[in-house]
């Protein structure tokens, strides 16, 4: 079965450091892969996605991930963390084709709650 | 600012109630979907709509009837809900098509009394 791994429930950071956030997944082939932010009481917003292609992309905020195959990883970091990048972060694997009409379908890890200190 | 607008933004309801929650997006997306989220956990998907028809439903008790009258709106009406539903409801909306990333709403927080 597919599932997303974060192993990271928190963690805290120093305002300025760098950061890595975490990501395993178990599918069968390459699936889409994403990573979003929530603040408290918001929704999710996107920061970057993964298809094909160039394994390292780039996305809004500074942040980038790494689509790793041989370890099944996506990996999400930033060379310099910001006091508001303080917020949930969940990776996610989408399952797009055919699914009662070709709609993507996402799975979410658990999350990884980043703290950052000042 | 979001582009998927859901209103309420909060909501309390007792558990004859029925009430339904807003969902609205102008990006053309013909997928659209309702996510329950509860505290400190992940999104759990429960419908997706594509091409405004119902193509997933997660097993979702019937208390929970989602309604997606065009293309642009999705509706979640609410009815005999249990204190248990009490929750964020997340809406979003994709372009249809694997691997299309979702756009979401900032969500209802539903309270159930």
């Not at chain 1, 956030?21 to 892969?33: M, W």
């Not at chain 2, 997006?25 to 013909?30: A, E, K, L, P, T």
């Not at chain 2, 594509?50 to 709106?73: A, D, M, T």
């Not at chain 2, 609410?78 to 979401?104: I, K, M, R, T």
């Amino acid at each position: 079965a597919q599932s997303v791994t974060q192993p990271d429930i928190h963690i805290t950071v120093s305002e300025g450091a760098s950061l890595e956030l975490r990501c395993n997944y178990s599918y069968g082939a390459t699936p889409y892969l994403f990573w979003y932010v929530q603040s408290p009481g918001q929704g999710l917003q996107l920061l970057l996605k993964y298809f094909s292609g160039d394994t390292l992309v780039q996305g809004i905020k500074g942040f980038e991930a790494e689509f790793k195959r041989s370890q099944s990883s996506f990996n999400l970091r930033k060379p310099s963390v910001h006091w508001s990048d303080a917020a949930e972060y969940f990776c996610a694997v989408g399952f797009g084709g055919n699914y009662g009409g070709a709609t993507n379908k996402l799975i979410f890890g658990t999350g990884t709650l980043l703290a950052v200190q000042p | 600012d979001t582009e998927v607008t859901q209103t309420p933004k909060h909501l309390v309801m007792g558990m004859t109630n029925k009430k339904s929650l807003k969902c609205e997006q102008h990006m053309g997306h013909r997928a659209m979907y309702w996510y329950k989220q509860k505290a400190k956990k992940p999104p759990e998907l429960m419908f997706v709509y594509s091409y405004e028809k119902l193509s997933i439903n997660e097993s979702v008790p019937s208390r929970f009837s989602p309604e997606c009258p065009n293309s642009s709106l999705l509706n979640l009406h609410l009815h005999a809900l249990q204190p248990e539903d009490s929750a964020l409801y997340l809406c979003a909306s994709s372009q249809v098509g694997g691997g299309s990333p979702l756009h979401f709403g900032n969500g209802t927080r539903l309270t159930v009394t």
